[in-house]
């Protein structure tokens, strides 16, 4: 029996049965063509073969770890790429494990451990994600473009004992300093896990932790993990102790979240970390209807046991104005879900869904706002008109009627102004907000960019690294902004290390990101960078005509001058654009 030491990797398609049960043939013609024409030609690129399809799951071997986890990382960024304009309960989302391990040949495949043990890693990844066994990890360190997450050791199914795994990420990540005696008390809230058996659903319970996120950051003698920080443990097998360490907190939140017909049951305990201890713990049944209470109870009791308490008046909040259907909730979670990549084709179907949620409950504020967002990116991609930068200013208007102490629609009232051309407004309005903020970190890092958009450069780097300190596990927008806010201050070096992969979110960071190498004088890699400028502002024309043969300067891009400030900034990437190569 011949056996050797191989680098393996196992991948796995999220939600295959859901997919086939909604189209089997469309679903199968779709696997397997992204299979052939972009998996196989990858693996090969890589120095890999595939040795065995299992359904959706794919086998590979490496000659080394170094070849399977570059790999890893080009097919899942790859994949974004291409999935990234389809209904998000269609894409097709891998799991990743990478593991190097002994293992058995028979003819043309692979058995063993080293197999074994790369599958129960893929399982335990998350969605888009790569886990790497402590072997592997070992192989690479220090050799490849990526930072990696420490997830502890974790129990995986049928492996006897607890293996130590690591999670790709693009992002580095910089955990928090424990709390120090004295200070706030700490607390995260994991995601609530959905028991409804439906994992369309998943967005639900999602939504339900965000707001309870929320609701918590409202009280200034708490210190609370962001929302991207905690979501990031969603798949975690650690235990709540290695959790709480890597999030810097004395206090978890943890639950479920049951839907049955029009009931909901929501089941939340308190764990203090450091013993274990269930400090509170709570079931709650309720109609449908009563969801935005039971989150009030929930909030309420956990500042309630906190250590560090303050008293009387330190309880009370800016109570956000709940929508009277919850319909219209959900709605709004999908809309927000979509909203939040920041892409032209996303906007539009997120845009839809604002709609219906207000057409369910018309005296939902914070629907107006993400609503009037969505005509804020069609505005600063150079894709607005008149209409939709009017259409923005009465959403906006329409929020703050309605929900006036709503810190996000505070924010998206500065855009407005933006939008309008009122810029000292505008200025004001961000100020104010950011006064008002504490320590919710994406609130804080969009009036970060609405500075960098005032031309407000350096004060918007540091209060983005202000909200990046709040959230150390954040989410590719935060790079996006960065990457911005460094190429106007001129620091193209670092702007081109963190405009990459997952925070190339639109055409914004493309342009940048070119106008960076041309301004750093490295031609060959600015004409590539161009080429890709081009092909995704070619992409987010979509309907609306694309400027065949006219690709110049002014036709792709002197759309994006309304919404900076000054003149000089548009011409700092229109300049870089050109000294790439594209004509005036």
Known sequence: MDRRLSAILAADIVGYTRLMGQDEAATLDRVIKLRRETIEPMVERHRGRIFKLTGDGILVEFPTVTNAVECALDWQSSLAAEEAERDPHRRIIYRIGVNLGEVILEGDDLYGEGVNLAARLEGVADPGGISLSGDAFRQVRGKIDAEFVDRGQVRLKNVAEPVQVYAAKTNAIAPPAQAAAGARPSVAVLPLINMSGEADQDYFSNGITEDIITELSRFRILSVASRTASFAFKSD?????????????????????????????????????????????????????????????????????????????????????????????????????????????????????????????????????????????????????????????????????????????????????????????????FDRTIAQIGIESEQLLWCAYGLAMLGRHEEALTEIHRAKSYDPLHPPSFDWVLGQALFFTGNYEQANAVLKAAALLNSLAYACRTGAYAYLGRKEQARAALAEFIAVRQAEFRDRKFPEGNISVEALIGGYRDTWRRQEDWERIAEGLRLAGLPS
């Open 237 to 429: 097998h650690a235990d709540i102790s290695a959790i709480a360490q890597k999030l810097g907190v004395q206090f978890i939140v943890q639950g479920s979240v049951r839907r049955a017909g029009k009931r909901v049951r929501i089941t939340v305990q308190l764990i203090e970390a450091e013993t274990g201890d269930h400090v509170w713990a709570e079931r709650y049944d309720r109609d449908l209807e009563d969801v935005f209470a039971v989150q009030d109870e929930v909030t309420r009791s956990i500042v309630g046991v906190l250590p560090g308490r303050v008293q009387g008046a330190v309880a009370h909040r800016a109570a956000r104005r709940p929508p009277d259907s919850i319909r219209a909730y959900e709605v709004m979670l999908q809309g927000k879900a979509l909203r939040d990549s920041f892409s032209a084709g996303a906007t539009e179907r997120a845009r839809r869904l604002f709609e219906k949620s207000i057409q369910l409950d018309p005296q939902y504020g914070r629907a107006y706002s993400y609503l009037a967002d969505t005509y804020f990116v069609d505005s600063m991609l150079g894709l607005g008109t008149e209409e939709t930068k009017q259409e923005m200013v009465a959403n906006v208007t329409k929020a703050i009627e309605l929900d006036p102490a709503d810190v996000s629609i505070q924010e998206e009232r500065g855009f407005a102004y933006i939008v309008a051309g009122q810029w000292e407004d505008a200025s004001t309005q």
